[in-house]
Structure formats: structure tokens, C-alpha cells
């Protein structure tokens, strides 16, 4: 069957200071991956989305970047974090007719 | 492009009373809806889903229901229990699966026991 893995769980830094959270899915092939944030109390918002290596598609500018260096793994980065970049982070998957699929998530504090 | 839009923001009801929560959707290219459970600090968990080829879908306690027409689709809980307690998205994609998903803002359901 299907997994997703996202770390860290939790996440605290400093305004200023870079980011790289890393999610990876086993049991399927060339899925589609995506990055969500959730702020407080709020909705889920499509930050990137991938339907292949290097393929790179971003919803919403900001101050952060994503990649996919391997089919199965998706990487949300930041060179230097702002105060706003705080939130709950999803990392999501689906594969042909089969519904998205969430991590269980990263909270990050900027500080 | 798709715009879901969730009501109500909070819902409060009796242990074993009825709870709908209710979703409109903008583009009619959107043929995929599914819901999502999340308990507080938890992960979104797909809890039901509808294609639009279908009315009416049921799974024991919980139910979906769409109005290709009107553009809206309902999330029907019976019996709810306290553990129903979380807060539900509603999301439309305007391809079949696989591709990105606009989510409505949320429900709050809290289950009074």
C-alpha cells in the first residue's frame, strides 16, 4: 500500500533563516505531488504542485521555492523565512484515479 | 478559474441529531468532489467523495449529495457522534482525480453530547 512521510514534524527558526522540508511517497510511481499551507484556524491553500521530475507548476507567489530531485520525493525550501511563513505545512499525493492523500504535516513557527 | 465557497463556518448539534454542511461551486469543468475530515493538529482525511455522474453517494453514517445544475454539493452526518468532532473541506477539481483541488474555507462541527 501507499505512504507519504513528511518531516520534521515540528519545525521553530528564526526570521531570516533558510527552510527545507522533505516529503516522500512509497508504494507508487510517478504521483502527483503537491504542497499545501494551512495557517492557523484557516483553509488549506495550494502552494506547489508536480506531475513529474523537475516539473515544477506554483500556485501563489511567495517566499518560498519547491523541487522534485526524484519521482517520489518533493522538497519545500526557503533561503530566508519571514515571520508570515508560519503555518501548518501538507505535503499531498495522488496517482491516477485515486484522491489526494495528505502527510501528516509540519508545523513551522518562525520566531 | 474554480472557487468553492463552504457554509456554514461553525456548526453545533445534538449527539444523534442530523448535520449538513453545504458547498457551491463556480465552474462546471468540475466533475470531481471529495471531503476531507481534520482533527485539530491532525492530517486531512478523505472521508467521502463524488463524481459527477453520480447524484448520491453513502457510506454508513455519512453522505454526499450534487446539484450538477445548481452547482452545489452537501455533506449529510446522521447519528452524529462526539467523535464526528472536527472540522470538514469540502474541495471540487475540474479534472477527474489526480489533478489540483480548490478547497472551500471550512466547517467547524462540534457534536454537543
Known amino acids: 500500500s501507499q505512504t507519504i512521510h513528511q518531516w520534521p514534524a515540528t519545525l521553530v527558526q528564526p526570521v531570516g533563516s533558510p527552510l527545507s522540508l522533505e516529503c516522500t511517497v512509497e508504494g507508487t510511481s510517478n504521483p502527483n505531488l503537491y504542497w499545501y499551507r494551512q495557517a492557523a484556524g484557516r483553509g488549506l491553500q495550494l502552494l506547489f504542485y508536480s506531475v513529474g521530475i523537475g516539473q515544477i507548476s506554483s500556485e501563489v507567489p511567495q517566499n518560498l521555492s519547491a523541487s522534485r530531485p526524484q519521482d517520489r520525493q518533493f522538497i519545500l525550501s526557503s533561503k530566508k523565512l519571514l515571520l508570515s511563513d508560519s503555518g501548518f505545512y501538507l505535503c499531498a499525493w495522488s496517482a491516477g484515479a485515486q484522491p489526494q492523500h495528505f502527510g501528516d504535516g509540519t508545523r513551522l513557527s518562525i520566531l | ?113
Open chain 2, 1 to 113: 478559474g474554480e472557487n468553492v465557497e463552504q457554509h456554514p463556518s461553525t456548526l453545533s448539534v445534538q449527539e444523534g441529531d442530523s448535520a449538513v454542511i453545504k458547498c457551491t461551486y463556480s465552474d462546471s469543468a468540475s466533475n470531481y468532489f471529495p471531503w476531507y475530515k481534520q482533527e485539530l493538529g491532525k492530517r486531512p482525511q478523505l472521508i467521502i467523495d463524488i463524481r459527477s455522474n453520480v447524484g448520491e453517494k453513502k457510506d454508513q453514517r455519512i453522505a454526499v449529495t450534487l446539484n450538477k445544475t445548481a452547482k452545489h454539493f452537501s455533506l449529510h452526518i446522521t447519528e452524529t457522534q462526539p467523535e464526528d468532532s472536527a472540522v470538514y473541506f469540502c474541495a471540487a477539481s475540474p479534472r477527474e482525480y489526480g489533478n489540483k483541488l480548490v478547497f472551500g474555507a471550512g466547517t467547524i462541527l462540534r457534536v454537543k453530547s
